[in-house]
């Protein structure tokens, strides 16, 4: 998935001295999954018109702190024994490559929706829980931006990733740990947006 966002990019900018029109933007963002507690980042946004209505769309986004619980797998253990669990707290860093149409284009208040492939780079902090190998997904969005002067424009976004991971490892001379990561979930993001 990788090489297949780091090709599409690279033919993408490639191409891009053919495009009159696009923008860059940045924006803070706040995401909750199905596995991990809620969490806070921030990210960039690089874009390029094909038509009027069309836009392809390179994203960027760093989230800080996502926190994971698991059962550690115990051998034998009484049903009155409490389950010991174990906690696992991570940074990622999510590249995404995707397309976007806007229903009222140049508009002073637009309306857009998009979607495409992402590709999520997992940092442990600290990694002796177990490691959480990189993974590719997909995302889909719902937005809008208001214009606030010809070249600024204020933007909303609603998202919805869907990307599974799973953390392995050996924990502390028990049963190796092999626990599927649901990362799927929504995302805000708020931000402002320059375009040329």
């Given amino acids: ?31 909750d999954t199905r596995d991990a507690d809620n969490t806070y980042g921030g990210g960039g946004i690089v874009e390029f018109d094909l038509s009027s209505h069309w836009e392809i769309q390179f994203r960027g986004t760093r989230y800080l702190k996502f926190e994971t619980e698991f059962q550690l797998p115990f051998e034998d253990v009484s049903e009155e024994v409490e389950p010991a669990l174990r906690s696992q707290e991570f940074d ?9 149409y806007n229903f009222i284009p140049q508009g002073a208040f637009e309306i857009f929706v998009g979607g495409g492939f992402s590709y999520w780079i997992f940092d442990q902090e600290p990694p002796n829980s177990g490691e959480i190998k990189d993974e590719g997904g997909f995302y889909a969005l719902v937005g809008a931006e208001l214009t606030l002067t010809p070249s600024w424009g204020l933007f909303f976004e609603g998202m919805y990733r869907n990307v599974s991971a799973t953390l392995k490892g050996d924990d502390l001379g028990f049963q190796p740990v092999n626990r599927e990561l649901d990362m799927s979930g929504a995302a805000i993001n708020v931000g402002l947006m320059f375009k040329w």
């Fill in 1 to 31: 998935m990788r090489r297949v966002l780091i090709a599409l990019a690279a033919i993408a900018l490639m191409a891009a001295p053919s495009w009159a029109d696009g923008g860059v933007g940045f924006f803070g963002t706040w995401a």
């Fill in 92 to 100: 990622t860093t999510v590249l995404e490559f995707g397309a976007a």
